[in-house]
């Protein structure tokens, strides 16, 4: 608060300072509570691929591109969630799927797959 009184008003300092003394309490909640990190870095480092996918993917060359990709790019985020190696996952899947009955094409999908023997 004092050093907001000692920078004249409008600029972009004085703003700033402003800026954090409105959400000085969310600023300095990481230190009464230990489980609360200090920064987000971990959950940008996770969605950091998808923001940059969403960037790219704007030039898949046209629509059906478009929704193909965004179909397997799902499909590796999802053998990802479910413990997969993405590669193992897709090299396996693809390997298997022409001979795989329609019937059972359920057992290919993340949540249900096992290495094939």
């Known amino acids: 608060l004092v050093q907001r009184q000692q ?3 409008g600029g972009a300092t004085f703003r700033a300072i402003d800026y954090s003394l409105n959400r000085w309490s969310a600023l ?3 230190l009464n ?3 609360v990190p200090i920064d987000n870095n971990w959950i940008e480092n996770q969605i950091r691929p998808v923001a940059l996918g969403r960037k790219n993917w704007m030039f898949a060359g046209s629509l059906r591109a478009g929704k193909r990709a965004a179909a397997i790019m799902s499909l590796i985020h999802s053998a990802r969630l479910n413990g997969h190696d993405p590669y193992n996952y897709m090299k396996d899947v693809l390997e298997r799927l022409p001979l795989q009955p329609f019937s059972r094409i359920g057992e290919l999908l993340p949540h249900n797959w096992k290495l094939a023997q």
């Open 7 to 9: 920078v004249p008003g």
């Open 28 to 30: 300095t909640h990481y």
């Open 33 to 35: 509570d230990p489980q």
